[in-house]
Every structure is written in C-alpha cells, then in structure tokens.
C-alpha cells in the first residue's frame, strides 16, 4: 500500500519484514507529504487524487510510481519510491497508519515470492518401493509355475489364486507399519539428544534423508552469521586504528571536540580546522586529531540510522512532550536503522546488533555504536534535522538536505547536510570500495587496505566527502527534484542526478567491521566437507559481502581461487563468461541472481554442470524464488539428494523445495523453523544431525526393511517346499493363530529392536566424517543386498522345511511342531546375527518373544501334540534344523569380517 499519513509527528514510521525478506532491522517509512501536510485526518476523504504505481513484480527492493492531487492549482506531482510504500506480511512498529492499497492477493510481493509446498518422500522409500514391486513379479511368477507344475489340471485359475494368497507373505504388508514406527522413533530421539538441545523434528517420514545428502545448500545472514556487527579497524591512509587503539581516537575526538564552546562555537578559531579548513585550504595539511574527528563525524552523519527512545513505565504520557523535552539518556536509546553496518558495535563488548541488509545495512547500527562509543553520540534524527552530541556535551544539529539511499546497483549511499552553527552545505557519502574508488581524488593506499582487510574477513566501508557552495546546492536541488518526477527511466535520470555530485571527493577514511559467525561454523563446514557434501551458499546480500563471508567461514579456503562470474545481460556474454569459468580448475564459482537467471535461461545445463563440479559456490542478490529454482535444478540435473538451511521467512521456497528443509530459529523469526522438515537451534548442530542422527535413521531403516521382508520370503520358501513335496497342492501350511503370531507377538518386538542398533559410536561419526560418503552411495540397502537377502531366505526356508520333513516319524502334526519352532528360533537367532552393537532392551525383547511363544505353547493344543513337544526328540531335533539353518551365516558372517572388513571396523578397534 502507498502510505499517505501517520500519527508520528515526523511524518515516518518503522515497518518490521523479517517475514519477507529474513531482515530484523526496522525500515524507516515516509508518508507522502501532501497528504501528511493535511490539517485533519478527515481531510483525506474531501480531496481529489490518484495514484500511478508500476505493475506487480518479484522484486520487494524497487517501488516506482507518482501520487497527484488535481484539485489544487497548479496540481500536486509527488515522486513515490519504496520508501513510501508498505509491504504485505510487514508489521508497523511505530506510530499508525493509513494508506491506500495498491496490490492485493496474488499481486502482493509475498505472494509472488512464495511456492507451493510438496508432499516429500525420502529415497529410501523409494527404493523399498522398487524393491516390493520386484516382490510382487517373483510372487506372481512363483504362482504361476506351481499352476504349470500343477499341469493347469481342473480350474487352474482357482489353484493360481490360492497360491497367490498362500504366497502372499512374499509383500511385506507389515513393512510400512514398522517402517513408521522406527521413523517416529528416530524423530523422538533426536529431540532428546542433549548435544543437540531445542532441535524439533517436524516431519516422520524423511529421517532418513539426513544421512543421504549430497548438497547443502545454506543461507547466510542468521545462518552461517550471527548479525551483529563489531568495528575492528579504522584506515586513514597514513595511520591506522584497531581494537586495541580505540582509546586513541576517542583522545583525538575529545582534543577537537572540548574547545566547541556552545555560545562561542560559531566565532572559535580552534573549531575551524575540523569543519572550516578543508574548504578553503583544501591543500593545507591537517593534523591527525583533525582529520580522524572530521573522520568520526563523516562516519556519525552518514547513514540512515534512527535512534528510539523508550518511553519509561513511570513518565506515561512522554509521548506528549515535545522533541526539546524527550530524555537523550544513553540508557533509553537504541538504534534501528533500514541498513547492518551503520550500527556497529564497538570492540571487546556485546551489544546486540539488529542484523539488516547485511550490504551497507548491517554496519549502519554498528558504525553508529561506535561513534558514540568514542565520543560522538548520535541523539536525534527525522527527516529534516541530525543531532550529535560531542563528549562535552554540546549537541550539534544538521539540517538533513538530502538522503541518497543505499542500492545494489550504486553500491554505495550519500546524505547532503547543512551545519546549523556555519550553514556549511557537505556532500557525505560511504559505499564499497569497488564503487568509491572512481569516485574519490587519487590516492595510493585506498585499494591495497580494502584487500588487507577483506583478507583479514573484515567488510569494508570507504567513507568520502565534498563541500557544496549554496549555488552548487540549489542547482543540484532543482534537477533532482525534476528527474524524481518523471514516470519513465526515473532509477537511470535520478542516478545521473546524483552522480554529477560524485566527483573528486575527499577520501576520509576506510572502516572494517566484523560480521560475527554464529559459534562452531568453521569446524562445522570442514566437517560436512570432509564427509563429501558440496556446499552452496545462497544470499540475497551483496556480491562483496557473501564472497568476504564465504572466506572468513572457510566455505571457501584461503587458498582455494574464487571465480567471480562477470555481470552478463545477453546471451553472447553468458558464452564468453562460461568459457572463461570452463578454464578455470577446482576453483569456486560466485555469481549473482542476475547473471544466473540468463544463464539459466540460454544455457541451463552447461552452468549446472560445471557448478556441480566446483567445491562450492556462492549466489548472491537471490530472490527466494531463485533459492528455490535453484535446489530444484540441483535435484533435477544430478538426482542427489539435497538439504536447504535457512532461518529467515525469504528462505522458507527453499526449504520447501529441497528433499529435506531444516529451519535455524533466530532472529529472523520462526517461518523458516516452521516450515521446515527440522528445527534446530544453530547452524553448529547440523553436524551431529547428519553425522549421528542421519547414519543412525538410514542404516537403522535399511536393516528393518530388509529384515521384514526376509521374515516375509522365509515362510513363503518353506510354503513352496511345502507344496512342491505335496505334489504342489495349494493347502496351507500353518493356519490360524499361526500366521498371525509369527508377524506379531513371536517375532515383532527383535525385529523393530534392530531401531536401537548403531554400527558405530557417535564419538568416532563426528570424529571420522569421511565415514559419511558410503551412505551416499546408497550400499546399505540396493538391489545387491536385496538379493542376498532373497538367498539367505531360500536357504533357511529350504533347510528348515527339508529337516522338518526328514526328521518327522508319525504324524504331519509334528512336521509342523519342529519347523514352525524352528522357524520362531531361526527369526530370533537372524536378529542377532544382524544385531552390531547390544543394547538392553535388544536382549528384553528376544527373550520377551521367546517367552510369549513358549507360553502360547500350552494354549495351542489345535496346532501342536502337547506331548510331542514337551519330549526331548522334539528339542534335538529343533535344536539340530535350527543350528543347520544359522550356522553357515555366522561362520560365513565371521569370515567376511576377518577377510573384508567395513570401513569404521578398524576405528572401533
């Protein structure tokens, strides 16, 4: 909606969007001034006006569009630009408002930013399901050659349905049941592992993804960085200041403040050097107090920072009071700025930091910390006025001309201000260095302590200035306003405005501020590399930012080249810039959302594949429909699996998109936490989520589903022995409670217990990442397993029917008796034998099965001779089938050990 009118005496107000575009900095909104200016409030129903806005688009960073008022004479033209504009799925943190929409529904921004969710299906279940199909064949081929044995005499298709249903135990209906219980399980104890506290599984049916990935693919502000930012260096050019030299510029900031005297402040002499001389003497060289002050109160001017006073529980009604009356004390003031480095913090303490556009926003608050941290407070601001209070206590007030806000084209911001005491007019402006190095007089420090500092994992700011005489101004003024009104190419005409400003200005100062990384995120990334994840890093931030923030977090090594893939437009340029990065070895790639989406639209398959061959890659300026094409066309051209990690609303396509979405819950909100598959607390728990918790589910579920399906092709086996001696009559072998029991109560319970088993201690998983790479290539649980699986089944199925039938004297009944508790011993006995690590309710629920057979025993007088089976034939003879339907696994199961041990073997040694 266009905002036309405010509560707030200003005529702003501060909007929240963390849930749009993942920023928790306050934006400064403006109320169109014609409407503003309006006596009432009723006043806005008896005028005649209209509204010209551009038509909707993805983009939540760019507003263009005119308001006029034809019922005055001459009519009202105002320019409207983002800053007058509040956004759907935003909240409004100061004051109230009133506006008129202009886009709703679909048209919104969060809308037209925002994906459909998919059901997602884990890959494991996927390869079940291949595997339960290949069941189904050999289970109709299996029917089908008994009928053709049979000689299809009679109504063969009624004997082919009987052997379909005897056989039917082949389709492990039960599978599903137990597969989903183990899933819950996993999920339960994720949520009670004490090394990874506040972490929430969200869904049931994909644990087992966590232990499959082949990409992870990262945000960057609230993920991989904590958001606060801290000032470390301070660059003059000929001196330089760090942490440990604060102190200094606060001695030079108090030796040009003091001699400001409040009355005498115009006429002083001493206070001329800082303000007066670089006007008229520009070639005189200044002193070094003199030039870090008019550094320090360059860097407190420009910015878009606001500082709120909170009002106090025992003043009610300090609202009423006027600006002069508002209390300025330290303690009541915070910052909120629309941009992170204008708010730094200074050194050795912990303030909390709003994160916002981590570009020139972040370092607002935290240059602005520090200013007032050495001296230079910044008390007050609106739309037309700056106030600064010098460390005597004398507040100096600015008229604010001009406000230059920060864009990813420009790369830089500016504000023009007049000195009240000496109505001097200057031009400030602060940006990164690639744009202000063309803009500011010459020199030769200025590009090699960017790069000194960007090494070091600093982001840099190159602060510069100009002074405008009143003539310059007005002229200045007058085009500005013209090229803000036009209707088309507004953006190209203002810009050219605005840079017949930006000439030989004076080069005051480099700052370098430190984006903190959240804790543990360097071992972190070695470790998920070192396990064979690639690792994307996918920001809307500026290019300078992500590549600064890739390095200091080791998402790329200090050694490692890095590609910057040039802005390209067409498609002839996207070819030569392909070709250039085609030459380039084992180095990783940067490129922006622009460049990427025509290379995707020409050349999609060649980016992603030579993308997919780097170690890592960083997208900057990405819009959340981007994130999300993104991981779409990773799953699409490589069909790996993917993992999305974010912690802003802006990430939540992303999230949704990949095969498993874990949200950060931070200070960005929880939409990102919510609708993702896994929560986690910081982004230093996702190693012992994947390393730990992501082998435990895969290696745990491949070994329950296979073993349920051999349960399954056992009985079945011994059923076609069965019939095959019988002259393949279609007559059951067991009956009854029989076959309910075997999937149930005798051997349910060591079968799912095989969800407490674990091949190797969670210690040597996060020691060893290597060991993670097997997993990924899927051995666990392939058609080759299956297979030996299948042959084991036959083998014991065949052993225990054939002994059955050899060892039996007198009556069928007893065929039943010895094979039936054979099979029971043999089930119980194969858990074991799958079993690597015991766990005590392991052994709880082998004898507990054990037990309920034995004691079932007595109540099943239709189905066994009671006398029988309570003779000591009945136990050598169960004893003698079992042992000859196990005993070659275990020796077999030995001798592989010995002869081709797994990988992890010799580290739990």
């Given at each position: 909606?266009?905002?036309?009118?405010?509560?707030?005496?200003?005529g702003?107000?501060?909007?929240?969007?963390?849930?749009?575009?993942?920023?928790?900095?306050?934006?400064?909104?403006?109320?169109?001034?014609?409407?503003?200016?309006?006596p009432?409030?009723?006043?806005?129903?008896?005028?005649s006006?209209?509204?010209?806005?551009?038509?909707?688009?993805?983009?939540?960073?760019?507003f263009?569009?005119?308001?006029?008022?034809?019922?005055s004479?001459?009519?009202?033209?105002?320019s409207?630009?983002?800053?007058?504009?509040?956004?759907a799925?935003?909240?409004?943190?100061?004051?109230?408002?009133?506006?008129?929409?202009?886009?709703?529904?679909?048209?919104?921004?969060?809308?037209?930013?925002?994906?459909?969710?998919?059901?997602?299906?884990?890959?494991l279940?996927?390869?079940?399901?291949?595997?339960?199909?290949?069941?189904?064949?050999?289970?109709?081929?299996?029917?089908?050659?008994?009928?053709?044995?049979?000689?299809f005499?009679?109504?063969?298709?009624?004997?082919?349905?009987?052997?379909?249903?005897?056989?039917?135990?082949?389709?492990?209906?039960?599978l599903?049941?137990n597969?989903?219980?183990g899933?819950?399980?996993?999920?339960?104890?994720?949520?009670?592992?004490?090394?990874?506290?506040?972490?929430?599984?969200?869904?049931?049916?994909?644990?087992?993804?966590?232990?499959?990935?082949?990409?992870?693919?990262?945000?960057?502000?609230?993920?991989?960085?904590?958001?606060?930012m801290?000032?470390?260096?301070?660059?003059?050019?000929?001196?330089?200041?760090?942490?440990?030299?604060?102190?200094?510029?606060?001695?030079?900031?108090?030796?040009?403040?003091?001699?400001?005297?409040?009355?005498?402040?115009?006429?002083?002499a001493?206070?001329?050097?800082?303000?007066?001389?670089?006007?008229?003497?520009?070639?005189?060289?200044?002193?070094v107090?003199?030039?870090?002050?008019?550094?320090?109160?360059a860097?407190?001017?420009?910015?878009?920072?606001t500082?709120?006073?909170?009002?106090?529980?025992?003043?009610?009604?300090?609202?009423?009071?006027?600006?002069?009356?508002?209390?300025?004390?330290?303690?009541?003031?915070?910052?909120?700025?629309?941009?992170?480095d204008?708010?730094?913090q200074?050194?050795?303490?912990?303030?909390?930091?709003?994160?916002?556009?981590?570009?020139l926003?972040?370092?607002?608050?935290?240059?602005?910390?520090?200013?007032?941290?050495?001296?230079?407070?910044?008390?007050?601001?609106?739309?037309?006025?700056?106030?600064?209070?010098?460390?005597?206590?004398?507040?100096l007030t600015?008229?604010?001309?001009?406000?230059?806000?920060?864009?990813?084209?420009?790369?830089?911001?500016?504000?023009?201000?007049?000195?009240?005491?000496?109505?001097?007019?200057?031009?400030?402006?602060?940006?990164?260095?690639v744009?202000?190095?063309?803009?500011?007089?010459?020199?030769?420090?200025?590009?090699?302590?960017c790069?000194?500092?960007?090494?070091?994992?600093?982001?840099?700011?190159?602060?510069?200035?100009?002074?405008?005489?009143e003539?310059?101004?007005?002229?200045?003024?007058?085009?500005?306003t013209?090229?803000?009104?036009?209707?088309?190419?507004?953006?190209?005409?203002?810009?050219?405005?605005?840079?017949?400003?930006?000439?030989?200005?004076?080069?005051?100062?480099?700052?370098?501020?430190?984006?903190?990384?959240?804790?543990?995120?360097?071992?972190?990334?070695?470790?998920?590399?070192?396990?064979?994840?690639?690792?994307?890093?996918?920001?809307?931030?500026?290019?300078?930012?992500?590549?600064?923030?890739?390095?200091?977090?080791?998402?790329?090594?200090?050694?490692?080249?890095?590609?910057?893939?040039?802005?390209?437009s067409?498609?002839?340029?996207a070819?030569?810039?392909?070709?250039a990065?085609?030459?380039?070895?084992?180095?990783?790639?940067?490129?922006?959302?622009?460049?990427?989406?025509?290379?995707?639209?020409?050349?999609?398959h060649?980016?992603?594949?030579?993308?997919?061959?780097?170690p890592?890659?960083?997208?900057?300026?990405?819009?959340?429909?981007?994130?999300?094409?993104?991981?779409?066309l990773?799953?699409?051209?490589?069909?790996?699996?993917?993992?999305?990690?974010?912690?802003?609303?802006?990430?939540?396509?992303?999230?949704?998109?990949?095969d498993?979405?874990?949200?950060?819950?931070?200070?960005?909100?929880?939409?990102?936490?919510?609708a993702?598959?896994?929560?986690?607390?910081?982004?230093?728990?996702?190693?012992?989520?994947?390393?730990?918790?992501?082998?435990?589910?895969?290696k745990?579920?491949?070994?329950?589903?296979?073993?349920?399906?051999?349960?399954?092709?056992?009985?079945?086996?011994?059923?076609?022995?069965?019939?095959?001696?019988?002259?393949?009559?279609?007559?059951?072998?067991?009956?009854?409670?029989?076959?309910?029991?075997?999937?149930?109560?005798?051997?349910?319970?060591?079968?799912?217990?095989?969800v407490?088993d674990?091949?190797?201690?969670?210690?040597?998983a996060?020691?060893?990442?290597?060991?993670?790479?097997?997993?990924?290539?899927?051995?666990?649980?392939?058609?080759?397993?299956?297979?030996v699986?299948?042959?084991?089944?036959?083998?014991?199925?065949?052993?225990l029917?054939?002994?059955a039938?050899?060892?039996?004297?007198?009556?069928?009944?007893?065929?039943?008796?010895?094979s039936?508790t054979?099979?029971?011993?043999?089930?119980?006995?194969?858990?074991?034998?799958?079993?690597r690590?015991?766990?005590?309710?392991?052994?709880?629920?082998?004898?507990?099965?054990?037990?309920?057979?034995?004691?079932?025993?007595?109540?099943?007088?239709?189905?066994?001779?009671?006398?029988?089976i309570?003779?000591?034939?009945?136990?050598?003879?169960?004893?003698?089938?079992?042992?000859?339907?196990?005993?070659?696994?275990?020796?077999?199961?030995?001798?592989?050990?010995?002869?081709?041990?797994?990988?992890?073997?010799?580290?739990?040694?």
């Open positions: 909606m266009v905002f036309l009118r405010t509560s707030e005496k200003a702003s107000c501060f909007i929240r969007t963390d849930q749009l575009d993942g920023e928790t900095d306050w934006k400064l909104r403006v109320a169109a001034s014609c409407t503003q200016r309006l009432a409030l009723g006043d806005l129903f008896s005028i006006a209209y509204v010209h806005a551009q038509k909707p688009q993805l983009d939540i960073h760019s263009e569009g005119t308001f006029t008022r034809d019922d004479d001459p009519p009202v033209h105002e409207l630009s983002i800053e007058n504009t509040l956004w799925s935003t909240v409004v943190a100061s004051g109230t408002v009133i506006g008129v929409v202009i886009y709703t529904g679909k048209e919104t921004r969060s809308v037209l930013n925002t994906s459909n969710p998919n059901n997602k299906v884990g890959l279940d996927l390869e079940l399901n291949q595997l339960t199909k290949a069941l189904f064949v050999a289970l109709v081929a299996l029917s089908v050659v008994m009928v053709t044995l049979q000689g005499v009679g109504p063969w298709y009624r004997n082919l349905f009987r052997f379909l249903l005897l056989f039917s135990y082949i389709i492990p209906i039960s599903r049941v597969l989903d219980m899933k819950a399980a996993y999920g339960w104890m994720v949520m009670r592992d004490e090394s990874i506290p506040g972490t929430v599984v969200r869904t049931s049916t994909i644990p087992e993804e966590l232990g499959r990935l082949v990409y992870l693919l990262t945000d960057k502000t609230g993920t991989l960085t904590r958001n606060e801290v000032f470390k260096r301070l660059h003059l050019g000929t001196v330089s200041y760090g942490t440990d030299t604060m102190d200094e510029i606060q001695g030079h900031v108090r030796a040009s403040c003091p001699q400001l005297p409040p009355p005498a402040g115009r006429n002083s001493s206070s001329t050097p800082p303000r007066k001389a670089q006007p008229s003497a520009p070639k005189v060289r200044k002193s107090s003199s030039r870090v002050h008019e550094a320090v109160k860097i407190a001017l420009c910015h878009n920072v500082p709120v006073y909170e009002s106090r529980a025992s003043v009610a009604a300090e609202t009423e009071y006027a600006e002069a009356d508002r209390d300025f004390s330290d303690e009541n003031r915070t910052y909120q700025a629309s941009s992170p204008e708010v730094s200074p050194p050795m303490e912990h303030l909390t930091v709003s994160p916002c556009f981590l570009g926003r972040g370092m607002s608050v935290a240059l602005v910390q520090w200013t007032e941290s050495v001296g230079l407070t910044l008390v007050s601001r609106d739309l037309a006025s700056v106030q600064l209070r010098t460390p005597s206590g004398q507040v600015y008229s604010l001309l001009q406000t230059f806000p920060f864009t990813s084209e420009s790369k830089r911001m500016g504000v023009i201000v007049r000195d009240e005491s000496t109505a001097e007019i200057t031009f400030y402006m602060k940006g990164a260095d744009a202000m190095s063309s803009i500011v007089q010459y020199n030769d420090w200025l590009e090699e302590e790069g000194n500092m960007a090494r070091e994992g600093l982001r840099t700011l190159v602060v510069a200035k100009r002074a405008l005489t003539e310059q101004y007005q002229d200045f003024e007058s085009r500005y013209q090229a803000k009104l036009s209707v088309h190419d507004r953006t190209l005409k203002v810009a050219a405005v605005v840079e017949s400003l930006e000439r030989e200005m004076q080069l005051l100062c480099v700052t370098g501020v430190e984006d903190r990384l959240q804790a543990d995120v360097r071992p972190t990334l070695e470790m998920l590399r070192n396990a064979g994840i690639k690792i994307w890093m996918l920001t809307g931030d500026k290019l300078e930012t992500a590549t600064c923030i890739a390095k200091s977090s080791h998402l790329v090594s200090r050694t490692q080249d890095t590609h910057v893939f040039r802005p390209v067409s498609r002839g340029e070819h030569l810039e392909l070709n990065f085609r030459r380039k070895q084992d180095c990783a790639l940067v490129i922006s959302g622009d460049s990427l989406e025509v290379c995707l639209r020409y050349y999609e060649e980016l992603m594949e030579l993308a997919c061959q780097c890592a890659v960083v997208c900057c300026r990405c819009s959340p429909t981007q994130k999300a094409r993104i991981v779409t990773l799953q699409t051209h490589t069909r790996r699996r993917t993992c999305a990690i974010g912690d802003g609303g802006n990430d939540v396509s992303m999230i949704q998109a990949a498993c979405g874990i949200g950060i819950e931070g200070k960005e909100g929880k939409a990102a936490s919510l993702a598959d896994f929560s986690i607390t910081q982004f230093a728990h996702l190693g012992r989520l994947l390393m730990v918790h992501g082998r435990r589910s895969y745990r579920s491949a070994a329950l589903g296979q073993f349920v399906m051999h349960r399954g092709l056992l009985i079945s086996t011994m059923q076609a022995v069965f019939s095959s001696v019988f002259y393949f009559a279609s007559v059951p072998l067991y009956q009854g409670f029989l076959m309910v029991g075997y999937a149930t109560v005798y051997t349910m319970f060591p079968v799912f217990s095989l407490l674990q091949d190797v201690k969670p210690e040597v996060m020691l060893y990442p290597e060991l993670y790479k097997d997993l990924t290539k899927g051995r666990s649980l392939s058609f080759k397993t299956f297979l699986w299948v042959l084991i089944s036959i083998y014991q199925g065949g052993v029917m054939y002994g039938l050899v060892l039996f004297e007198s009556e069928f009944v007893h065929v039943v008796a010895i039936f054979a099979l029971i011993l043999t089930e119980l006995l194969m858990v074991a034998l799958t079993i690590t015991w766990h005590w309710l392991m052994v709880v629920a082998e004898f507990l099965s054990l037990g309920c057979y034995v004691a079932s025993l007595a109540f099943l007088n239709e189905y066994f001779d009671v006398a029988f309570t003779s000591a034939a009945f136990a050598w003879k169960v004893s003698a089938v079992t042992l000859l339907s196990c005993l070659p696994l275990y020796v077999v199961k030995y001798l592989k050990r010995k002869l081709s041990p797994p990988s992890y073997s010799k580290l739990m040694s």
